[in-house]
């Protein structure tokens, strides 16, 4: 009986000391991912220094030229059209910067990572000196089936330090409005005026029609008297014609016609 309570005494302390180390590695595990979080927050530290540099070494300036919008105004931009933009960069160091890439691009406006049309990315290779500025221009045309529906617009502008060090400058990286230009004609509306002219041609032309059938019932109709006595029905008798120009044989031979005519003899035996 003793010796099944030293066993059980035995079995109990083994199982404590193996909740024991299970535990000891736990906490070392917790402690190799806060060691890890902690390398991340460093990473984040030197991106923010990144950031330092480039607030205190370069100045960023964005203007819309086309359209023209005006300050703190919302931003709508007209699908299917050319929207321009200028970019100033100064360049308030002691070392050269070279500019690299400006891109823009569309995104979805509840998560900014998903493209919805991109752009084209321009390459520059710019050098500035200490003290210089640049303008860059870039112009860019949204989709026509974007119009009447918000987006999210994304312009970066990258560039390096003469130590190699690429940082990118967000110019803009807000929501503006797509919006369907009104102006001018579409294919719908053009067939639709030409239907309508074509259908006052046709118009024009039946009434023409009209009015030249009904006049001319009326001109027929009202005045058949004037039309037959104007109408010319030439002699009645054989006294009416002048015969002197005929010469005397011609005359003579139709004489001898008329007097041999069966009419005339028939005349003759009725008499």
């Known amino acids: 009986m003793q010796l099944k309570w030293i066993l059980l005494c035995l079995s109990l302390f083994a199982a404590s000391t193996g909740v024991a180390r299970a535990e000891d590695e736990i906490d070392a595990d917790e402690e190799m991912i806060v060691s890890e ?8 530290g030197d991106e923010s220094t990144l950031e330092d ?3 205190t070494d370069a100045d960023t300036y964005l203007l819309f030229t086309k359209p023209v919008f005006e300050e ?11 929207s ?28 900014f990572n998903f493209h919805i049309q991109n752009f084209t990315t ?4 710019k050098t500035i000196p200490p003290g210089s500025q640049a303008t860059l221009g870039y112009a860019f045309v949204p989709a026509d089936a974007f119009a009447g529906r918000p987006f999210g617009l994304s312009i970066n502008l990258a560039y390096r330090d003469y130590e190699g060090k690429q940082m990118i400058s967000k110019l803009y990286n807000d929501t503006v409005n797509i919006i369907e230009v009104e ?25 023409q029609q ?14 058949p008297s004037r039309s037959r006595a104007n109408l010319e029905t030439g002699t009645k008798s054989s006294k009416q014609i002048d015969m002197d120009w005929v010469p005397k044989n011609v005359i003579n031979h139709l004489n001898k016609q008329k007097a041999q005519s069966p009419k005339q003899k028939r005349v003759k035996k009725t008499d």
């Not at 100033?88 to 070392?95: A, L, Q, W």
């Not at 005026?193 to 032309?205: N, Q």
């Not at 009015?211 to 005045?223: D, M, T």
């Open 210 to 223: 009209f009015l030249y059938s009904v006049g001319k019932k009326r001109v027929g109709g009202g005045l």
């Open 37 to 44: 979080d902690q390398g991340l927050v460093d990473s984040d």
């Open 122 to 125: 321009v390459l520059l290779e």
């Open 84 to 111: 321009e933009f200028l970019v100033g960069f100064t360049n308030k160091g002691s070392n050269d910067l070279v500019l690299e890439t400006l891109d823009a691009s569309l995104r979805y406006p509840m998560d």
């Open 53 to 55: 540099l480039e607030q």
């Open 183 to 207: 102006e001018g004609l579409d294919g719908e509306t053009l067939f639709l005026y030409v239907l309508m002219a074509a259908a006052c041609v046709l118009l024009l032309v039946g009434g």
């Open 72 to 82: 703190k105004a919302s931003i709508e931009l007209p699908a299917g059209r050319l």
